[in-house]
């Protein structure tokens, strides 16, 4: 398994800042290029840590979900990582080896390593290797639903989980699904998409969920909306409701991306 990691730095002076970042009503788009020094922050409760902010509730932007990469150092860490009481997370790791001490069992996280955390749950995170450690941290306000218990906290690989080949694709298209789509329980979804080199999505998927894309290897071209993006590992999507969605995967390795979405719940009016 592949997974794009950001290393920050800056560009050299000599470089053009032509990019490829784009903020649209749709849609943005963040280009690999966008992840440098410069744009982290520090996180109150870490230690030996920074994180690039991709996405967050804010007018024009998501409305549902947060979602961080965090890079800790060596010795670093946090004793008590979520400060919110009632929010669920995802933690993804890609590269490194992460110590997630979830109600007071250590797991050692190495790049593909995934971990739902229930709201709730007591965790925390430590990296004890000799170099640094990089995950997705997915935060979610768990929505919950009347006669429907909370989800539980659990631990798992995207290595053991098997992608299941989504209906009429012959494998070109599949969904690595770490939890039942019918649980009920679950409000929102963080699966991983592969997509064989020439597959595709063959029609602009348009719907209420909002998604978090962040490419993890490979490298596509997208519909997003009424644009066609090129995409690469890397590279961070944000699409908001019911943006027009579709891809074509290029070669010669897989396109996998990491993917958000909220589901299972009724839309609320009152």
């Avoid at 870490?46 to 902010?53: K, L």
């Avoid at 007591?122 to 989800?151: L, Q, T």
């Avoid at 098997?162 to 679950?186: C, I, K, N, Y």
């Avoid at 290897?217 to 590279?235: I, P, T």
Wanted: glycine share 10%.
């Amino acid at each position: 398994m592949s997974y794009y990691t950001p290393r920050g730095g800056l560009p050299p002076q000599t470089d053009l800042l032509t990019d490829r970042a784009v903020v649209k009503p749709a849609y943005t788009f963040i280009p690999r290029g966008v992840l440098r020094d410069i744009v982290t922050s520090r996180l109150p409760g870490f230690t030996g840590a920074r994180a690039w902010i991709l996405a967050r509730p804010i007018a024009g932007s998501a409305t549902t979900f947060a979602q961080l990469i965090v890079e800790i150092a060596p010795g670093g860490g946090a004793e008590s990582p979520e400060p919110e009481a009632g929010v669920e997370g995802v933690v993804f790791v890609t590269d490194g080896a992460l110590t997630l001490t979830l109600a007071g069992e250590p797991h050692v996280l190495e790049a593909g390593g995934y971990a739902f955390l229930a709201p709730g749950a007591e965790w925390s995170v430590a990296n004890r290797g000799d170099g640094p450690v990089s995950f997705h941290w997915i935060r979610k306000a768990y929505e919950s639903a009347e006669g429907v218990p909370a989800p539980t906290s659990f631990v798992t690989r995207d290595q053991d989980v098997e992608p299941q080949s989504m209906p009429d694709t012959a494998g070109a298209w599949a969904t690595t699904r770490f939890v039942d789509p019918d649980d009920l329980a679950h409000d929102m979804h963080v699966n991983i998409v592969t997509f064989a080199p020439g597959g595709v999505i063959p029609f602009a998927e348009t719907h209420v969920m909002e998604h978090g894309l962040f490419v993890l290897q490979g490298k596509a071209v997208y519909r997003l909306n009424d644009d066609w993006v090129e995409c690469e590992a890397g590279d961070y999507m944000l699409l908001r409701a019911f943006c027009p969605q579709a891809c074509y995967a290029g070669g010669p390795e897989p396109f996998r991306y990491l993917l958000y979405k909220d589901v299972n719940r009724q839309i609320r009016l009152t």
